[in-house]
């Protein structure tokens, strides 16, 4: 009976020390050719996630007629005209008793704003999405926003867009992070047909929902982003959404007054945040279903309505008037207090909507207050507080920057919108560990990081880590002698190395064990009780990410590193030699030292 060595996939017939799987080329980038696959998909999904948001849009624009109005038609219409009744409460309450059932009886995936829940799909579920999602999340959205809920569509489009995304690659043979590529080229793709802004869409895949940064997702998402924006003008319309042509110019000192807004900005989101989190332990305590709660969150919709009924839905006319219209600063007050208060019901009620639009509104309508008390027009200011209070909330700060820029088309904004956002985004990180997304997702009990940075192991060659010095077991050791060696000996696996020193195998405290139980092996050398199958080594020219992953593959905790051109052993990797160059990178993160001293007085 001969040991039995670690399992490899190499090629039957392999010499002895050969590497158990090919020798990936080392390179900037690991795409390959199945990126063309890709992104021929993503062209499929960023159609599909166009045209699932002109559903989106059609559904809430006839439910809003139909509730408001009384009209079953999808012509826009604003609901500053609407008058105080006691349907204005009625209405939102029974749109959240329909979503509570939708959500019970349906999938309880469509509550909330859709972000966290496809974050959540993407690091936990294996990019799979369900087709109840993909059809009770926009009809759950539609009703609830035609009912007065004080949101957007953007969070719901991600999750539908994604859903779509999802389920098409589930009809092939991908990995799961293929499925992650599809999955967000269609959220991409969505957005982008809503607002216009295919670079704010792909931006937002980077900084949120791809959690890496490589060719072969980011490629597919843009494709798909830019498949969307060819459907927009026959879906939408061209041109920005909210045309825009403010003055940008400053003095010297007015960046500084951006980054000041910005802080602002920050602080009233970090506020927003723990009201929102603050208002869903208290709906937690309730003595009641989850699925009456929106119910409830929709009665505080109602009542808000009845103070500023333009509180009340979307609210795309309003920040239109804050960037370009002449507004009462009583009238600002009164909008953003009650959009705050009603949207923070609603949200944390576990109904459905988004979270963007209100975060423009609630940021723009801060700005334009700020505005009114610092140079140019309150309008410009506005924007600034759109922009860094969607940086700050979402920890997005380049997707704030230009999504600010594609919604209005002025391009001559990038500075001041960089200064706001970045300073908007430092605060939020600084007072907060979580975000308004992912402290959901963190509540659940799955913890997150939203930092990227390039994996230490790959950066360093096996060779710069590996033990030279390697204990050794000769071939031709008699049983006996290497059963002495393996079970008196430091280690648990052992090298055998020929005359010349070339790898043939490896043994192991098991196979002495084996060697023993079996008995009568005095007569036989090490090299006639092992395996000569392929060995699961590493080189010294391998990346340590590739010794990793051998050591993954096979189970072993030490593999030999030898010669690829004749299979001498020349060292051995561990795992000890892994926490070695952590540790390095970890030092190098926490370790301050000056380089160039302060000269001294003598």
């Given amino acids: 009976m001969k040991a039995a060595n670690a399992k490899s996939d190499a090629a039957p017939g392999a010499p002895p020390g050969a590497s158990p799987a090919p020798r990936r080329a080392l390179g900037d980038f690991t795409a390959d050719r199945r990126l063309l696959m890709l992104a021929a998909m993503a062209l499929v999904v960023g159609s599909g996630g ?3 948001a002109w559903v989106l849009i059609r559904l809430i624009t006839l439910t809003t007629n139909l509730v408001w109005f009384g009209r079953l038609d999808v012509v826009s219409r604003s609901l500053d005209t609407l008058t105080p009744s006691a349907w204005m409460v009625a209405a939102p309450v029974l749109g959240g008793l329909v979503i509570g059932l939708m959500a019970r009886f349906g999938s309880e995936k469509i509550r909330g704003h859709g972000i966290p829940e496809a974050i959540e799909a993407i690091l936990i579920g294996g990019s799979r999405m369900s087709p109840k999602v993909a059809v009770l999340k926009p009809i759950s959205s539609a009703i609830s926003i035609g009912t007065g809920g004080p949101f957007g569509a953007e969070g719901p489009i991600i999750m539908t867009g994604g859903a779509i995304g999802s389920l098409f690659a589930q009809f092939f043979h991908l990995s799961a992070a293929e499925r992650k590529t599809l999955l967000v080229a269609g959220a991409a793709a969505g957005m982008t047909a809503i607002f216009g ?15 890496e940064w490589r060719p072969r997702s980011f490629i597919p998402v843009a494709v798909a982003a830019v498949a969307a924006t060819a459907w927009r003008p026959l879906l939408f319309g061209t041109g920005p959404l909210f045309p825009f042509d403010a003055d940008p110019l400053l003095p010297w000192w007015g960046l500084g007054l951006c980054a000041g807004l910005g802080v602002l900005a920050g602080l009233q989101s970090g506020l927003l945040t723990k009201l929102l989190y603050g208002l869903e332990d208290a709906f937690e305590r309730l003595p009641i279903h989850w699925m009456w709660w929106p119910a409830l969150g929709g009665l505080g919709v109602g009542l808000g309505g009845l103070i500023e009924p333009r509180a009340l839905g979307v609210g795309y006319d309003v920040i239109r008037d804050l960037l370009t219209g002449h507004l009462v600063v009583q009238a600002v007050l009164v909008l953003l ?9 609603a949200l944390s009620s576990g109904t459905s909507g988004g979270v963007l639009a209100p975060l423009l509104i609630l940021g723009g309508a801060m700005g334009w207050l700020v505005g009114q008390v610092l140079p140019g027009d309150p309008g410009f ?13 979402m920890r997005s700060p380049l997707t704030a920057v230009i999504f600010a820029v594609e919604l209005t088309g002025d391009w001559r904004m990038l500075a001041p919108l960089l200064a706001a956002s970045a300073a908007a985004y430092a605060t939020t990180v600084l007072l907060l560990k979580r975000s308004i997304l992912t402290e959901k997702i963190a509540r659940r009990g799955r913890h997150i990081t939203r930092e990227y940075g390039v994996d230490p192991y790959e950066l360093v060659r096996v060779a710069d880590v590996m033990v030279q010095a390697v204990d050794t077991l000769p071939a031709n050791l008699p049983i006996p002698a290497a059963v002495e060696v393996l079970q008196a000996g430091r280690h648990q696996l052992y090298p055998v190395v020929d005359a010349s020193g070339r790898l043939v195998g490896l043994a192991s405290r098991a196979d002495a064990l084996a060697w023993r139980v079996e008995g009568g092996l005095e007569a036989q050398t090490v090299a006639e009780r092992i395996s000569d199958a392929a060995l699961p080594v590493a080189h010294p020219d391998d990346v340590v ?16 590193v030898t010669d690829p051109t004749d299979g001498r052993l020349v060292g051995l990797l561990a795992r000890k030699d892994l926490l070695r160059i952590h540790a390095s990178a970890s030092q190098a993160e926490g370790e301050r030292k000056a380089y160039f001293a302060p000269m001294r007085k003598t």
């Fill in 50 to 52: 166009a045209g699932a």
């Fill in 197 to 211: 802004t295919p670079v704010a869409a792909v931006l937002l895949a980077v900084e949120l929902l791809l959690f």
């Fill in 337 to 345: 207090a009650v959009k705050a208060a009603i949207w923070l019901v």
């Fill in 381 to 393: 200011w506005a924007l600034l507080g759109m922009a860094a209070m969607l940086g700050g909330t």
């Fill in 545 to 560: 990410a590739r010794a990793v992953d051998v050591m993954l593959a096979t189970g072993q905790g030490r593999i030999p």
